[in-house]
């Protein structure tokens, strides 16, 4: 059937509904169900069994990734309590003596721990809160830290919760070669690499721009923080090694096995991106994270970091962790089913239109920038963005026949995701940054948005002038020295202000 524009319904739904209620669940499911009544032709008892049987197929064929999140909740929280990372915050206090180091350190740790936000946020501010305390680094600057090596890392980092979750919405999308097509989005990444870069940049040359310049210089936000909920339960023996050992096994393990299912062991000699193209990404998953909790076992039950019953305890306090991750991600499989060709076929319907009005493919990724970042900062959630939007943009870009601009459009949705998530006052990884980092939360948001629009204006410059050449070098490049220029712009600004 045909369903014209009745095809863009569902996730219509589902976007002005997240705006609305900044709810992303909710939205996902009620736009779910208008995809359900207009495929049915408004039959409640067949629209119900239709939804439930998509998401059943969906759940089957992605159980693994279900599985691979389990464990990397349960990871996280075992390598927490086994106090590894509070190790190396004792390690760095004695080694660190200014205020550079101090935040360099810190945006170090950020991408050590580049697995899970989360674990992130929370493990970095509980670690360097006291050593930033004492080398006077405002708190708001910790948050802006640890916020900016939370999303901008991990959703470059191949092993990670997040490209597991990018990973599974691309393959749900029909595309070949999912984490082939993740990786190649890494380079095109603007706005998350721009926002690394910044973190040590700002460290290391001296000055602040906007509100976190007279913050730092007063060193009075410690006086004004967030509630304390204490710190983070953890063992007193744990040592560096336990958080880098389980974490360099999971790489590693999972590596080998991307590389073992993808053909590189077998004898046909395939290359190594043809390998990482052909993997079986989701059980590669699986089993890195597995062997990596079975050797964090090892190393912690016979030291007594943890005992038998609270390492399972900390098993199943980590699966509870990744709850609200599964169900968006369930919803987002689904909503995706919906739209597909066999359905609604949502994408071929607004591919023929853009087609027909001759937009040009090369300002897809800056209108898709833009698009990505207003959805996440009104909905406070990265994930629901990519879930809303991944499904709808890839058959058009299917459709439109622009296979070859699949990089830069895909890590157009992931920048503007990360950028609007990173700046959200209501974003869980902005509320745990500021948490994490024991900091007033409006402190945090505020003193953070001209770092983020700042990179945000150099990201969208880098995918305009990217998108027409469509080529790495020009986009970064472009996109890196507007951030420069703007970084210095901002500078005399703040500077001017402050005087006055």
């Not at 080998?256 to 046909?268: N, P, Q, V």
């Not at 299917?398 to 601009?405: C, E, I, Q, W």
């Not at 001209?450 to 002038?465: D, K, L």
Request: net charge negative; with cysteine.
């Amino acid at each position: 059937m045909e369903f014209g524009v009745l095809s863009i319904v569902p996730p219509l739904v589902a976007i002005i509904l997240a705006l609305i209620t900044k709810e992303v669940i909710s939205s996902l499911m009620l736009g779910i169900f208008a995809g359900g009544l207009i495929f049915t032709g408004g039959d409640i008892l067949n629209t119900f069994q239709t939804i439930f049987e998509l998401m059943g197929n969906k759940l089957g064929e992605n159980g693994l990734m279900i599985l691979f999140l389990s464990l990397l909740g349960a990871l996280v929280t075992v390598m927490n309590r086994a106090g590894g990372s509070f190790a190396y915050g004792k390690w760095a206090g004695e080694k660190i003596k200014s205020k550079s180091m101090a935040k360099v350190s810190a945006g170090i740790l950020g991408i050590l721990i580049f697995i899970d936000d989360y674990f992130n946020c929370l493990t970095v501010g509980a670690v360097m809160r006291p050593i930033t305390d004492k080398n006077k680094v405002s708190r708001a600057k910790l948050a802006y830290i640890i916020d900016s090596t939370a999303a901008p890392v991990c959703i470059i980092a191949p092993v990670s919760s997040w490209a597991a979750s990018v990973v599974s919405n691309i393959g749900s999308a029909n595309v070949d070669n999912p984490m082939g097509v993740f990786i190649s989005t890494i380079p095109f990444n603007l706005y998350a690499l721009l926002t690394i870069f910044s973190v040590f940049f700002f460290a290391l040359v001296g000055f602040d721009i906007g509100p976190m310049a007279s913050l730092e210089m007063d060193d009075t936000s410690a006086n004004d923080v967030m509630i304390d909920d204490g710190e983070l339960k953890h063992s007193e023996k744990g040592k560096v090694i336990d958080l880098i050992l389980p974490v360099a096994v999971l790489i590693v393990v999972t590596i080998f096995f991307m590389l073992r299912t993808g053909g590189y062991f077998d004898g046909s000699n395939p290359t190594l991106k043809d390998a990482f193209g052909n993997a079986s990404v989701n059980i590669s998953l699986v089993l890195g994270s597995t062997i990596a909790l079975v050797v964090a076992f090892l190393m912690y039950i016979p030291r007594k970091l943890l005992a038998f019953r609270e390492f399972m305890e900390c098993i199943t306090e980590g699966v509870k962790s990744m709850v609200g991750a599964m169900i968006i991600l369930t919803l987002a499989w689904t909503i995706g089913g919906i739209t597909k060709e066999e359905y609604l076929n949502t994408g071929g319907f607004v591919a023929h239109h853009l087609a027909s009005n001759n937009i040009p493919i090369w300002i897809f990724p800056a209108i898709i920038f833009v698009v990505a970042a207003f959805l996440a900062f009104s909905t406070g959630t990265a994930w629901g963005t990519f879930g809303i939007l991944i499904p709808i943009i890839v058959p058009i870009i299917v459709n439109m026949d622009a296979m070859s601009h699949i990089s830069i459009i895909l890590a157009s949705i992931f920048s503007g995701s990360v950028f609007g998530d990173h700046c959200s006052p209501i974003s869980d990884t902005t509320i745990l940054s500021s948490a994490g980092a024991n900091c007033n939360h409006i402190d945090h948001v505020s003193s953070q948005l001209p770092y983020a629009f700042v990179t945000a204006i150099a990201s969208f410059i880098g995918f305009i002038i990217g998108g027409y050449f469509n080529n790495v070098i020009v986009a970064l490049g472009t996109a890196l020295i507007s951030l420069l220029i703007l970084i210095f712009i901002a500078k005399k600004l703040t500077y001017d202000k402050l005087k006055v």
